[in-house]
């Protein structure tokens, strides 16, 4: 069977267009995704707590992750500041977001795509100083909610300046949940020949109903490494109209039944989501919250 790598993001990407939920909750909600078998988790964001202040305590969160070993955590940084402050926190895996339309980038980090492109250099010289790993995400890689489609040229762009730095890991998303299948493999198939051997994983939203159907497009492409959020929860704060991750619950349920191998465990999945309901305090998205697995109900 082909193994399917799911990162769980519903810590950072989950929350960060939520009100703030004290620190005692989201370690609630870590312990319960712990307990799926999940080997990576995005824990939270090195960020500005003005524009995110759901990511105002990384600093707190991070101390407490060494109760939780076995796990790969990792950061989102959009800055070298963020990345020196990530690295302090004892972070050993950081995320860098580079948006591929200049509208959605300069209201999410104040520079444009490729003022923010130039500096995965930076990046990846700082976390290399400190032994840490770096992941280039592309934001808004197939549409933005103001500039419309993006050309794939400015995606491709990106990976190449990815690769040419030395980033160890490459991601694309879809930030506003607008991507279909077709558009995923084609994508994927335009990023194979310039990436080489940089490990290529994908990120979806399920806004508009086709994120679990471009996932599966990607794993069906090559793509062996998925992010999702327990329950569906999540969302950009800086996009109008983003909502929702793809559910791990769902994907694990896809996949599994589809005859991928995965980490997680779907009982477990299902009681991860039924925490995170009820730490944000409203209903989640998620399929399998409403209706369950097929054949444990």
Known sequence: MTYVAIREVALRDGLQIEAPIPLSAKLDLLSAVAATGVR?????????????????????????????????F??????????NRAIAAGLRSIEYVVAADDTFSQKNVGRTSAEATAQIGEIVAIARDSGVTVEVIVATAWDSPFEGPTPPQ??????AAARDRG????????????????????LIAQLRPVLGELPLGAHFHNTRGSGLASAYAAVCAGVTR????????????????????????????????????VDVDLPAAIAAARVAQEAVGHDLPSALLRAGDRIRG
Do not use: Q, W
């Open 40 to 72: 990576e988790v995005e824990a939270t964001a090195f960020v500005s707590p003005t524009k995110v202040p759901s990511m105002a305590d990384a600093a707190e969160l991070a101390a407490e992750l060494h109760n939780f070993p076995g796990i790969e």
């Open 167 to 186: 980033a160890d890991r490459f991601c694309i998303a879809d930030t506003i949940g607008t991507a279909t299948p077709g558009r995923v493999s084609s």
């Open 154 to 159: 400015r995606v491709l762009a990106i990976a």
């Open 226 to 261: 998925l992010d999702a959020s327990a329950g569906g929860l999540g969302g950009c704060p800086f996009a109008p109209g983003a909502t929702g991750n793809i559910a791990t619950e769902d994907l694990v349920y896809l996949l599994t039944d589809s005859g991928f191998e």
């Open 74 to 83: 990792s950061a989102l940084v959009a800055s070298p500041n963020g990345a």
